[in-house]
């Protein structure tokens, strides 16, 4: 009895060791300020542990005043473990912001630079079993990185000359890192990213998945279960003969489904994607598990379609504070949608983070409560005209609104991403006599509202876009739950 059950534990703990893993470090990092990335910082100027630079503070026996909150560049520390049984495995650090750019440095040797907002960096090479050193230079006047100022189209145009609102001085600009994640990624290949797509109106589920081989394979299989609230196999996708090069590449598996249970408002159904990657022999290289729900939104007319049928979006602001003691309130009063604020001065501008962030724990309980959500995504606001004459910024805003969407679009309750808020008001979008009018705009600005709505559809193909106090007939969804024919405001 006790063999059999050692056998067992050994066995969950080495299905627990093989898949992919994602861990987020701790919010806790020692800082000092930084002249340039070459000048290494100085063991005895560490501050305590803090959340952030600007929380910083010294130990009491040290009386110096090294000024952290006012730097242009920082330092910033802390350290990691790596089992010994990983020690074969491959490391990323995954940043989910940084406000300004970062070089990274692991055991005291330069891995590269990373520049913000987002984005990953292995490390590989640089770790070690035991205890390990990260070492981070932040700057948000980009001493020591490949790019400038005038060479970062978002930011340059956002807070630099000519700005819609005014230039900012260095000294307004955010500077600090946070929501930092070591990923392990199994050798010789990887999950290293999965989403699914769902159709009602076709009945077909599609699952996404990235590969990230550390050398090529050949013969490999993947095989997709998926799992409903108890745990019971409803369906199954597989893909046998996969030849996988080295590096990253994504296959996409399809197949009909008759009666899944559906993602509803007040009713948040998920479904579990189990899948596990194995090689020509049948040994299992890696696992990977994630949520989804079966919905699919689109809008008829002036009428929005949730599954077939009218939606009634009954909407409060992200500020209500939802948690798992306010949703019974929440539910009281008949709301099923929360709106959160794309307000364009939080993006690249002067706020503490240029750019959001939100919390997934918070995301997944609209997922469970089946609770709507209007997201923003990078703001469309500051770009005008230069959408179209400078390449540049079409790019970097393309780039980042798929890396902004990429980590949360496998939440079903976000129904809507929003691109702009008050980018463009004119009287037939605001005036009661003429409210819901559908005029032939010239503004340039409408241009790129719908550029900026052609972008996200293609990134996501589940969720519909909107923007705050838009064109009335520029608009895909609404706070009130209003059509593309109508005005969005509130």
């Not at 063991?43 to 503070?57: D, R």
């Not at 070089?103 to 987002?118: C, M, S, T």
Request: some cysteine; glycine content about 6%.
């Amino acid at each position: 009895m006790k063999k059999r059950t050692l056998t067992a534990a050994l066995a969950a703990f080495a299905a627990l060791a093989l898949a992919a893993e994602k861990t987020e470090l701790p919010q806790r990092w020692q800082y000092q300020p930084a002249t340039d990335s070459k000048t290494l910082p100085q063991e005895t100027k560490w501050s305590l542990p803090a959340a952030g630079h600007k929380q910083a503070k010294l130990p009491k026996k040290q009386q110096w005043n090294q000024k952290i909150a006012a730097a242009d560049n920082i330092w910033m520390r802390q350290e990691f473990q790596i089992p010994e049984q990983q020690k074969n495995d491959r490391f990323v650090l995954d940043f989910e912001r940084i406000n300004g750019n970062a070089i990274v440095f692991v055991n005291g040797k330069k891995v590269g630079e990373r520049l913000g907002p987002y984005g990953t960096l292995e490390i590989t090479k640089f770790v070690k079993p035991g205890k390990n050193e990260l070492l981070l230079f932040n700057t948000h006047n980009y001493t020591d990185v490949s790019r400038t100022f005038e060479n970062d189209p978002l930011r340059y145009t956002a807070r630099g000359p000519g700005a819609l609102y005014g230039e900012l001085p260095v000294k307004q600009w955010a500077l600090g890192i946070d929501h930092v994640n070591l990923v392990r990624l199994p050798v010789p290949a990887a999950v290293s990213d999965a989403w699914a797509e769902t159709s009602w109106t076709n009945k077909e589920l599609t699952l996404n998945l990235e590969f990230d081989t550390a050398k090529a394979l050949s013969g490999a299989s993947v095989v997709c279960d998926i799992l409903d609230a108890q745990g019971k196999k409803v369906l199954s996708l597989e893909k046998k003969n996969l030849n996988l090069k080295q590096g990253i590449e994504t296959i996409s598996l399809r197949k009909k489904w008759e009666n899944p249970i559906l993602w509803e408002l007040d009713r948040g159904y998920l479904y579990t994607a189990d899948i596990k990657l194995k090689n020509a022999s049948g040994k299992v290289l890696d696992t990977q598990k994630f949520q989804f729900g079966f919905r699919e939104i689109r809008v008829a007319g002036r009428d929005l379609i949730l599954n077939g049928h009218k939606s009634r979006w009954r909407t409060e602001w992200s500020q209500f504070g939802i948690t798992e003691n306010s949703i019974a309130l929440f539910k009281m009063l008949g709301r099923n949608m929360i709106y959160y604020q794309s307000n364009p001065t939080g993006w690249w501008r002067n706020w503490a983070n240029e750019v959001f962030h939100y919390d997934q724990k918070e995301l997944e309980l609209m997922d469970r409560e089946g609770i709507a959500v209007l997201l923003p995504v990078p703001s469309c606001n500051f770009v005008r005209e230069r959408f179209f004459s400078d390449p540049k910024v079409r790019k970097q805003y393309e780039e980042e609104t798929a890396q902004f969407i990429k980590r949360y679009r496998n939440h079903p309750s976000i129904i809507a991403w929003c691109t702009s808020m008050n980018s463009f008001n004119p009287r037939t979008g605001i005036h009661p006599d003429t409210f819901g009018t559908r005029e032939n705009y010239s503004h340039i600005q409408a241009r790129v509202l719908d550029e900026s709505f052609k972008i996200v559809k293609s990134i996501d193909k589940t969720s519909i876009y909107w923007g705050r106090a838009m064109l009335p007939d520029q608009t895909n969804a609404a706070r009130h739950g209003f059509d593309r024919a109508r005005r969005v405001s509130y």
